[in-house]
């Protein structure tokens, strides 16, 4: 219980945590137990705030961790300036945030000055985090923004409420302004449910009848085969909405050949190959037998594949996941949302349920954006494969979700009684520009694929030692693994940069691409040549050692 003079804040692992395991390991690793009461005293020494949130931030952070940050974690450095990636931190430090708030309903008067003062402290780590991590978007004055206006007044007409401003940003397209400054927890945007494009719309139609009998046919599906015709019609309520949209989407499933070709030797050109072929295989099992047999409601000028690949675009690219008030997930596209781009280090974090009180959505903000300031959400935790594939784009700056999964067998090997057994069944790598450790036995590399090697090569050797089959085993390991990524780079050749400009854009985001993947490899190639170095070093040193005698 707490006292008068002290009160404190439960930061728990909750059990139902996917990863609770590793977690707690990771926690315990750190001096942390999965759940944790840290005392906010109040004390004239230096400092004592400072150091009361670096351990709730050491904490929140580990609690926070996705499956990927996990598997890349880091758990024999210890510091309290532990980093995992933004979408970590911005999560950490909100869930601080609200455990004060709720922690503020309820305390005394005394008590409500030191979480007040806690709060504020978190409040401007987040702001300074925002600050030095922050991509500035460029506004292109001399594009006009007529038709998008006319969505946001629209909008307003229908209900939208909305702190921000349509833009055209340089290389971003269309983007969301902020009109005023904004703080945590602001609502940027407030949409109806009413003005949501949602599987409802599609039920008060003469298409729902005939698609409904279709086997296994998907509410997406059914909502890209309307929204295609929607698009064509005058009386749409949505008009408007899809008055603004591009004639073309620019993703990687619309890339020409010669893009793809540039792709060879990365596992994007597989990714996109797949998608195209399962989206003709899906048309093909649509059309034209729904043109043919209810021309009425299919007119084959509106059914064609390019029209279908242009809705399949809008799909992927705009559409978002809603959780409704009645607990049912419904794919959506939200007219005026859809103008706030992807950003690594996004100021709107949680959009995807709908508020029963207020039947609407609401972007609210998990750090602050200025006035004029590009707002930006996340789209998810996606790598560039992805984001190319079904957004176009590649993302500005460092992405932790940047992996190159390795083909190898991730099961458990036998291995000494008091040696540690990984519990991942699939492993990768990422740029080590990512690690803060580099020493011997780490070298930037992930703990659970160096683990994983390690018992595959000599399962009853404990590893981690400076004795000569230790480090024996080691060179081995690193010397295996940097063949594999050299011989990716040699897989994927050179890349001529000297003709970019000629490029069409398809051509640049696969150049752009593929310069990322051999960035990441040459990363991996050198960290364990790196290694090598080092554990030849040791080596000397030991083989000195027993002439030695």
């Known amino acids: 219980m707490d006292s008068d003079e ?26 942390f137990s999965p759940r ?36 890349f974690a880091e758990d024999d450095v210890c510091t309290s300036m532990e980093f995992y990636s933004p979408r970590n931190e911005l999560e950490a430090l909100n869930s601080i945030v609200l455990l004060t708030d709720i922690s503020l309903s309820s305390c005394t008067h005394l008590h409500s000055n030191i979480l007040q003062g806690l709060r504020q402290t978190i409040l401007d780590l987040i702001s300074d985090f925002g600050d030095k991590n922050s991509v500035k978007g460029v506004v292109e004055k001399d594009h006009s923004c007529d038709q998008e206006e006319h969505l946001v007044e629209w909008g307003e007409s229908n209900g939208v409420m909305t702190q921000l401003k349509i833009a055209y940003i340089e290389g971003a397209g269309r983007g969301a302004m902020a009109r005023k400054d904004l703080k945590v927890g602001d609502i940027a945007v407030e949409i109806p449910v009413s003005i949501i494009i949602s599987e409802e719309l599609v039920h008060e139609t003469d298409m729902y009848g005939v698609l409904k009998e279709i086997d296994g046919i998907s509410s ?59 989206l003709h295989a899906q048309y093909d099992e649509l059309f034209p037998a729904l043109c043919n047999n209810f021309p009425d409601i299919f007119p084959p000028e509106l059914y064609t594949w390019e029209k279908f690949l242009w809705a399949c675009e809008l799909w992927y690219s705009n559409s978002m996941k809603i959780m409704y008030s009645d607990g049912k997930l419904r794919t959506c596209l939200i007219p ?73 067998d991730g099961s458990d090997v036998d291995s000494i009684e008091d040696m540690p057994v990984s519990n991942w069944t699939t492993h990768m790598v990422r740029g080590t520009w990512f690690s803060k450790d580099h020493r011997i036995f780490y070298y930037g590399l992930p703990s659970p694929l160096l683990d994983h090697l390690r018992r595959s090569r000599s399962p009853m050797l404990r590893t981690k030692t400076f004795l ?46 593929k310069n990322l993947q051999r960035r990441i490899a040459y990363s991996v190639s ?24």
């Open 336 to 408: 005026i949302a859809g103008f706030l781009n992807h950003s690594l280090c996004p100021h709107v974090m949680h959009y995807g349920k709908v508020d029963p009180a207020t039947n609407s959505l609401k972007f609210c903000l998990s750090r602050p954006c200025r006035s004029g300031e590009e707002c930006c959400l996340s789209y998810g935790n996606f790598s560039s494969s992805h984001l190319i594939t079904f957004y176009g784009f590649l993302p500005q700056g460092d992405n932790p979700y940047d992996v190159i999964p390795l083909d190898i």
């Open 526 to 549: 050198t960290s364990c040549h790196t290694g090598m170095d080092m554990l030849k070093n040791e080596l000397c040193k030991c083989m000195a050692e027993d002439i030695l005698g």
């Open 36 to 71: 944790e009461r840290i005392y906010l005293r109040s004390s004239s020494k230096p400092g004592w705030m400072n150091g009361t949130v670096e351990v709730l931030l050491q904490i929140a952070r580990i609690i926070q961790l996705n499956e990927l940050e996990l598997y």
């Open 6 to 31: 002290e009160c404190s804040i439960v930061l728990e692992l909750s059990e139902r945590d996917p990863f609770f395991d590793n977690k707690k390991k990771l926690l315990q690793s750190k001096g």
């Open 220 to 278: 997406e599906t059914i909502l890209l085969l309307w929204s295609m015709k929607e698009k064509y019609n005058c009386d749409s309520k949505f008009k408007i909405y899809f008055d603004t949209l591009p004639e073309k989407f620019n993703t990687g499933l619309s890339f020409s050949i010669e893009a793809i070709t540039m792709l060879d030797g990365t596992l994007l050109l597989e990714e996109i190959m797949q998608a195209r072929q399962h």
């Open 468 to 513: 000569q089959g230790s480090l024996e085993n080691e060179l081995e390991v690193l010397e295996n693994l940097k063949d594999i990524f050299d011989d990716m780079m040699d897989c994927m050749g050179e890349i001529d940069l000297d003709n970019r400009e000629n490029c069409s854009w398809d051509e640049k985001l696969a150049m752009d691409f």
